[in-house]
C-alpha cells in the first residue's frame, strides 16, 4: 500500500511540476486562450484527455462487464458530429475571431442571450463535473481506508487546482495531453495483468468472452420500438450520439476553448476530427477492458456496474502496477476536473464580466481571472461532496445531466445560423422549453440518455422558430397598422 501512494503523490507533484513549467502568462487572453498559439496536435490530445473522465476509466468497463460492446455505436455517433462542428460551427467562430462560444450569440442575437446561455454552461459543467470528481474519490477513498470520500475529493480538487490556477490554458492543455498517456497506459497494463494472472496470451483470453458479449451492433428493433428509445443500438448511438457530440463540441465551452486556441481553422479542424477517432479507439480499449475482467472474474455478480473496477484494481492488481491504476483514474478525472475550471472561468470573465473589454491594467485582470477559477474549484469540491452512491452507472448520470441542457445549446446556435434575423425572446423561449420537456421525459418515460438531445434540439429549435414566426407577422402587422 505505501509503494501504491507513493506512486500517486510522485505522480500528483510531477504532474503539477510540468503544468508550472508550462505556463507562459501575460495577458487574460493568454491565459484562458493560449494567445491562440497551441499546436492542434495539443489541442486535440487535450479534446480527449478533457471529455475523458474517471468516470469514462471506471464506468466504460463497468458497462462491458454487465452488457457488451454496444457503447461503440454512440462513439461512432461522437465522429459524426465532431465532423458537423468542423464544418458548420468553426467557420463561425473563426470568422468572428470569438473570446468563447457565447459571443456567437450576442453577435447574433443580444448580450443577455449571450449571457443567459454562459449561465446554463456554468450549471451544467459544475453538476455534471461534480459528480466525476466525486467518481475519483470513490477508488482513492477504498485504498486510504477513508470513512467517506470528502478527504478524497479534497485531495484531488486541491491537487488539480494548482497547475490550473497558475497556468491557465496552456499549462492545463499540455498537461492534458500527458494525462492521456498515463491512463492509456494503465488501461493497456490492466489488460497486461489480467493476462499475467490468468497466465494465458491475450489472445487466448479474447477467445473466452462470451460471443454475445462481443457485439457491437444493434438495431434494437428486436423488441419492437421501445427497445429503441431504452437501449445503446444503431438509432440511439448514431443519432443520440452525432447530436451528443455536435452540441458538446460545438456548443460547450469545455471543449470549443481548445479549439479557439489553436492557431487557425484548419488547424482546429483536424483537432476536432482527429478526436473523435481516437476516442473510438479508447472506448474500444476499455470496453475489452472490462470484458477481460469478466473472464478474468467468471462473470462475478456486482451490485454496482462502477464497482467492478475499484475492486478489480484493489483486490486484483499487484503493489506498484495498483499506484498505476490509481494515478490513471487521477489523470482521467484531473485532465477533465482542470479543464472544467478553466472554461468556466473563462466564460465568467469573458462572456459575464467582460474583463477583457476593461480599462484596467493586464496584471489586475489576470488576479482577477485567477481568483474567479479558485472560487469555482471551491464550488466545484462542494457541489461532489453533496454525492452519493447510485444504482445507475456514473457515466450514465453524468452524460444525462449534460444532455439535458445540450439540446436545447444547440437549437439556439443552429437558428444562430440558418436564420438572417432571430428574436433573442423566441430563441431563448425555446431553449427554456427544450431543458424542461427534456427533464420531464427523463423523469416521466423510460427513455435512454442518448435520446435527450435529439428530443431537446427539436423543441428548442421548433419552439422557437414558431415563436419568432408569431412575432414576426405580429410586428409586421402593428407596422402596417
Avoid at 212 to 220: P, Q
Wanted: with cysteine.
Amino acid at each position: 500500500m505505501s509503494l501504491d501512494i507513493a506512486v500517486i503523490a510522485f505522480y500528483m507533484v510531477a504532474i503539477n511540476a510540468v503544468g508550472i513549467a508550462c505556463s507562459r502568462v501575460r495577458s487574460v487572453n493568454d491565459y484562458f486562450l493560449g494567445d491562440r498559439t497551441l499546436p492542434w496536435p495539443v489541442a486535440c490530445f487535450s479534446i480527449v484527455a478533457t471529455e475523458t473522465s474517471s468516470l469514462t476509466f471506471i464506468s466504460i468497463p463497468g458497462l462491458a462487464y454487465i452488457s457488451n460492446m454496444g457503447f461503440l455505436q454512440v462513439a461512432l455517433g461522437y465522429i459524426l458530429g465532431r465532423i458537423l462542428v468542423a464544418y458548420i460551427l468553426l467557420p463561425r467562430y473563426f470568422a468572428g475571431n470569438l473570446e468563447t462560444a457565447y459571443q456567437f450569440l450576442q453577435n447574433r442575437f443580444s448580450l443577455s442571450t449571450r449571457r443567459f446561455i454562459a449561465v446554463l454552461f456554468h450549471i451544467t459543467r459544475l453538476l455534471a463535473d461534480g459528480i466525476r470528481l466525486f467518481a475519483t474519490a470513490i477508488p482513492l477513498s477504498m485504498l486510504m481506508g477513508f470513512d467517506g470520500y470528502w478527504q478524497s475529493i479534497i485531495i484531488i480538487g486541491v491537487t488539480t487546482f494548482v497547475y490550473t490556477l497558475y497556468g491557465g490554458i496552456r499549462s492545463v492543455a499540455v498537461v492534458d495531453a500527458i494525462q492521456m498517456g498515463v491512463y492509456l497506459l494503465s488501461a493497456v497494463a490492466g489488460i497486461v495483468i489480467i493476462s499475467h494472472l490468468m497466465d494465458a496470451p491475450v489472445l487466448s483470453i479474447f477467445g473466452k468472452i462470451p460471443p454475445d458479449r462481443l457485439m457491437i451492433f444493434s438495431t434494437g428493433l428486436g423488441g419492437g420500438w421501445r427497445e429503441v428509445f431504452t437501449s445503446y443500438n444503431l438509432f440511439s448511438g448514431v443519432i443520440g450520439g452525432a447530436l451528443l457530440s455536435f452540441a458538446s463540441h460545438g456548443t460547450d465551452h469545455l471543449i470549443v476553448q481548445r479549439v479557439l486556441s489553436c492557431r487557425g481553422l484548419r488547424e482546429a479542424r483536424k483537432a476536432m476530427i482527429l478526436s473523435g477517432i481516437i476516442v473510438f479507439i479508447q472506448f474500444a480499449l476499455f470496453l475489452v477492458w472490462g470484458l477481460f475482467i469478466y473472464v478474468l472474474l467468471n462473470g462475478k455478480n456486482f451490485d454496482l456496474p462502477d464497482a467492478v473496477m475499484p475492486s478489480f484494481i484493489v483486490n486484483r492488481v499487484p503493489a506498484g502496477f495498483k499506484g498505476l491504476m490509481l494515478a490513471g483514474i487521477f489523470a482521467a478525472a484531473m485532465s477533465t476536473i482542470s479543464s472544467s475550471i478553466n472554461s468556466i472561468s473563462s466564460s465568467t470573465v469573458l462572456d459575464i464580466l467582460m474583463i477583457s473589454r476593461r480599462d484596467i491594467p493586464e496584471r489586475s485582470k489576470i488576479r482577477i481571472s485567477r481568483a474567479v477559477s479558485f472560487i469555482w474549484t471551491c464550488v466545484m469540491i462542494g457541489i461532489a461532496m453533496v454525492f452519493r452512491d447510485t444504482k445507475d452507472p456514473l457515466v450514465e448520470l453524468g452524460l444525462g445531466i449534460a444532455s439535458i441542457t445540450y439540446g436545447g445549446m444547440l437549437g439556439i446556435f443552429i437558428q444562430g445560423i440558418v436564420f438572417e434575423t432571430f428574436s433573442d425572446a423566441a430563441a431563448l423561449t425555446g431553449v427554456v422549453a427544450s431543458i424542461l420537456t427534456t427533464l420531464a421525459v427523463s423523469l416521466a418515460f423510460d427513455v435512454f440518455w442518448p435520446w435527450f438531445v435529439p428530443i431537446g434540439f427539436a423543441v428548442s429549435f421548433i419552439v422557437g422558430t414558431v415563436l419568432n414566426r408569431v412575432m414576426t407577422k405580429k410586428q409586421v402587422s402593428g407596422n402596417r397598422s
